[in-house]
């Protein structure tokens, strides 16, 4: 049981047709987010297949996994390193965070980090003293995809039914330029209005939709009555 014998299940069922679509799919063309990222054509589920037949890979085959140049490699590896953090004791959890965080460099778009962070930087850090200090390093980065794993772990929180991490993370990425990380401040913003209170999110549309990005406040109101995200849109264009 090694990386090896990973990549050799993936390709059993990767085929061109499917790697065309994923090279699309993730803009992986020039000029583009994931520009150069290679794809063997392999469905998500297929993955979450072959990852259950490898959960107890060591870190080493792991780390190989999640530095792999096809991408499907790496996401694989993600889905065994989330499932081992999940059976792991407080020794083996914070190893495991460790390791995420020293290798961002390779959790390289958006499906990796939405798969990943929530399950292992927000949990770890949640209850510790320097979980806002984490975060709010993360937003600073010039890295993406730090940037989206910073948003993306306060979802953990939200699910828990709270807010207040996932507002200030969303207020210090609020005007974010890269189109990645407008959608997912939007995106969570909708999560507490959904899971959390609904107050709460209009309270937070109230005094910042007139400057923030239109997709993360198209995002944020997606769920909304019609009648109230014409409000919120006739709102942010009259106060632009």
Do not use: C
Request: charged letters at 30%.
């Amino acid at each position: 049981m090694n990386a090896k014998s990973v990549g050799q299940e993936l390709r059993k069922t990767a085929t061109p047709q499917k790697a065309k679509a994923s090279a699309w799919f993730f803009k992986s063309g020039p000029g583009q987010y994931a520009e150069g990222d290679k794809f063997l054509g392999v469905t998500v589920p297929e993955q979450r297949s072959v990852a259950k037949k490898f959960m107890d890979l060591q870190l080493k085959d792991v780390k190989k996994l999640i530095m792999s140049p096809w991408h499907e490699e790496r996401l694989t590896g993600l889905i065994v390193l989330v499932g081992q953090y999940k059976r792991a004791d407080e020794s083996g959890k914070k190893e495991i965070y460790d390791f995420y965080l020293s290798h961002t460099k390779y959790i390289n778009n958006w499906d990796l980090v939405d798969l990943s962070a929530e399950h292992i930087v927000g949990p770890w850090l949640d209850g510790r003293p320097e979980k806002m200090q984490v975060l709010q390093k993360l937003t600073k980065s010039s890295w993406l995809w730090d940037r989206r794993i910073a948003m993306l772990a306060t979802f953990d929180y939200i699910k828990k039914g709270r807010a207040d991490e996932a507002v200030a993370i969303a207020e210090y990425l609020l005007h974010d330029k890269h189109d990645l990380i407008q959608k997912a401040v939007g995106w969570m913003l909708r999560e507490i209005g959904k899971k959390v209170d609904r107050q709460i999110l209009t309270d937070f549309l109230d005094k910042h939709a007139a400057t923030m990005p239109r997709t993360s406040l198209r995002y944020a109101i997606e769920h909304f009555a019609p009648g109230q995200r014409s409000h919120y849109l006739r709102f942010a264009k009259s106060k632009r």
